[in-house]
């Protein structure tokens, strides 16, 4: 089993900036990669932001060059550091992680962000 823990989401204004954090913990072991998504209400979840192997990176499209995706020393913790905030990237964040080749199916609770206008 695997359980996420996701935390530091509030209430900012737009322009501001907030860092997320998630820790993985249970069967890690053979995790190979980490990813944030998101979920706005009355919309699909969508990915906001991947890293593979620690290093390679990949970005959903409206939040390239404002968001960054980064692990910890620890390597079973993931961060997101989220610039320039939109009132569009208002939603509730969840991160996910790769064990092997395959994604799990295990969510966190998530972790709400609110951009004010």
Known sequence: ????????????????SLRLSCE????TQAM??????????GKQRE???AIIGGR?????????????ISTGNAK????LQMNSLKPEDTAV???????????SSAWGQGTQVTVSS
């Not at 390679?56 to 960054?68: A, E, I």
């Not at 964040?93 to 994604?103: E, H, K, L």
């Open 1 to 16: 089993q695997v359980q996420l823990v996701e935390s530091g989401g509030g209430s900012v204004q737009a322009g501001g």
């Open 24 to 27: 993985a913990s249970g069967r």
């Open 32 to 41: 190979t990669g980490m990813a944030w998504y998101r979920q706005a209400p």
């Open 47 to 49: 990915l906001v932001a």
């Open 56 to 68: 390679v990176t990949s970005y959903g499209d409206s939040v390239k060059g404002r968001f960054t």
């Open 76 to 79: 079973n913790t993931v961060y």
């Open 93 to 103: 964040y969840y991160c996910n992680i790769r064990i092997g080749s395959v994604w």
